[in-house]
C-alpha cells in the first residue's frame, strides 16, 4: 500500500522549533518531488515548500522563508521539515505530498505554537 | 504569482442537485489544475487531475472541464457523501503549487 506518514508535530512555545518528518512506505519515494502544505485551523490550504528529487531545487513560500528549511534522506525514504522562530500563527495541521499528476497525501501532523 | 479564485464560497444543495463549482487563475495554468474534496479532520482527497481527468476511485458523477484561466467542477447528482469543502489548486513552477480559497458544499 501506497503511504505517506507525517510525525514530528506537537506543542511549542513562540521562537521554539520543530522537525517534521514525511516517511513514505509501499514505493521508491527517491524518485518523487515532494511539497509540504499546511491548514490552520478553519481556513484553506497554503503550500509552504518543495523539493526536488535529488534536493538541488528547493522552494519556500516568503511565508517560511528564512525560518523553515526542507531537507530530504533518500536512503530513509524521508523529506524532512526543520521549523524554527515559529510563531503562532504558524499553528496548523501540516501535510507532506507527492509532487505529482494524481498526488499521494499523508493524514497531517498538528503543530501548536503558544505559549 | 498566480493566484486561484473560487466561486461561490458556499453552496447550498439538496442530495440529487447539480452542482457547479468555479475556479479561475490570473494567469493561465494551461491544463494544470486539480480539484481537492476535504471533510473535517481529514486529508484533501484529489478527484480531478489535469483539468478533466477523474483521480482513481471517484466516481462518474463528478466531471472537471476548462483550460488556461476558467476551470469547472460538476457533480451531476450530489450524494450525501459528497459535502464538503472543495479546492481548486495549479501545478506551476513558482510557486509549485497554489490552492483556491475553496468552496463548502452544503446540505440545503
Known amino acids: 500500500e501506497v503511504q505517506l506518514v507525517e510525525s514530528g508535530g506537537g506543542l511549542v512555545q513562540p521562537g521554539g522549533s520543530l522537525r517534521l518528518s514525511c516517511t513514505a512506505s509501499?514505493?521508491?519515494?527517491?524518485?518523487?518531488?515532494v511539497n509540504w502544505v499546511r491548514q490552520a485551523p478553519g481556513k484553506g490550504l497554503e503550500w509552504i515548500s518543495y523539493?526536488?528529487?535529488?534536493?538541488?531545487?528547493?522552494f519556500y513560500a516568503d511565508s517560511v522563508k528564512g525560518r523553515f528549511a526542507i531537507s530530504r534522506d533518500n536512503a530513509e525514504n524521508s523529506v524532512y521539515l526543520q521549523m524554527n522562530s515559529l510563531r503562532v500563527e504558524d499553528t496548523a495541521v501540516y501535510y507532506c505530498?507527492?509532487?505529482?499528476?494524481?498526488?499521494?497525501w499523508g493524514q497531517g501532523t498538528l503543530v501548536t505554537v503558544s505559549s | 504569482e498566480i493566484v486561484l479564485t473560487q466561486s461561490p464560497g458556499t453552496l447550498s444543495l439538496s442530495p440529487g442537485e447539480r452542482a457547479t463549482l468555479s475556479c479561475r487563475a490570473s494567469q493561465s495554468v494551461t491544463k494544470y489544475l486539480a480539484w481537492y474534496q476535504q471533510k473535517p479532520g481529514q486529508a484533501p482527497r484529489l478527484v480531478i487531475y489535469?483539468?478533466?481527468n477523474r483521480a482513481t476511485g471517484i466516481p462518474a458523477r463528478f466531471s472537471g472541464s476548462g483550460s488556461g484561466t476558467d476551470f469547472t467542477l460538476t457533480i451531476s447528482s450530489l450524494e450525501p457523501e459528497d459535502f464538503g469543502v472543495y479546492y481548486c489548486q495549479q501545478r506551476g513552477i513558482r510557486p509549485p503549487w497554489t490552492f483556491g480559497q475553496g468552496t463548502k458544499v452544503e446540505i440545503k
Open positions: 489535469d483539468a478533466i
Open positions: 505530498a507527492t509532487d505529482t499528476r494524481q498526488p499521494n
Open positions: 523539493i526536488s528529487t535529488s534536493d538541488s531545487i528547493i
Open positions: 509501499g514505493f521508491t519515494f527517491t524518485t518523487y518531488e
